[in-house]
């Protein structure tokens, strides 16, 4: 059985999602309500000592289990288990060329989304980054993150032109986190333009895929 720990709203979530709707992988999912604080709350802890959503708790048939903390494990595990589609790539070219496209989606799209929000709105007071523990807002921070939000879509755009997909040839997490990362560019009020328009023509094309839904 794989249990899916969940917030609708929150971007990191949806990637553990999209993945498992690629794969057409079944499971169950627990709602955790982040306003609310739910992922602070014993119950959750007792989960997910990192207070963090996604997690993906699994249980075999003999009742041995585990619980994935973050999108870096559910992936490998995914990937793993369920090899079709492979969307880490097939080759050794190919592996390598999604987990670096990968990388530079998160390290350069959704870690400046997060730091511009977390460092800048008021529900977040004292909460500037995700987990167990308290950390201050630096205002700095929220508006380097918006300029970087801005060169992540040119250079997303960029690399984008004459490509259907990120890397490879291919739907893989790399585009899946490129996905969520420009969805959820609009908490900070940063959208592509008609400057973008290779990665408008992609994002189009992405929405007609029924896991971008999920």
């Known amino acids: 059985m794989i249990t899916l720990y969940d917030c609708a709203s929150a971007p990191n979530p949806r990637r553990a999602r999209i993945l498992l709707a690629e794969k057409g992988v079944a499971h169950e999912t627990v709602q955790i309500d982040l306003r609310a604080g739910e992922q ?69 799209g959704l870690m400046p989304i997060a730091e511009a929000l977390r460092n800048s709105s008021p529900a977040m007071v004292n909460r500037a ?7 201050a807002q630096i205002p700095q921070l929220a508006e380097r993150g918006r300029q970087r939000v801005q060169r992540f879509f040119d250079e997303l755009n960029e690399r984008l032109a004459g490509r259907d997909f990120v890397a490879a040839g291919q ?32 994002r189009a094309a992405m929405a007609e895929r029924q896991s971008i839904a999920a």
């Open 40 to 108: 602070l709350a014993p119950a959750y802890r007792q989960i997910n000592p990192q207070c963090t959503v996604p997690a993906l708790r699994v249980v075999d048939e003999a009742g041995h289990g585990l619980v994935l903390t973050d999108n870096a494990a559910i992936t490998a595990y995914l990937e793993a288990r369920y090899p079709q589609p492979p969307m880490l790539g097939a080759s050794p070219a190919d592996k390598a060329e999604i987990a670096s496209w990968a990388w530079r989606m998160e390290f350069d």
């Open 171 to 202: 739907m893989s997490v790399a585009d899946i986190t490129a996905v969520v990362a420009v969805d959820f560019a609009r908490i900070v009020k940063v959208k592509p333009d008609e400057r973008h328009s290779h990665l408008l023509r992609w």
């Open 129 to 135: 980054l995700p987990g167990p523990i308290d950390y």
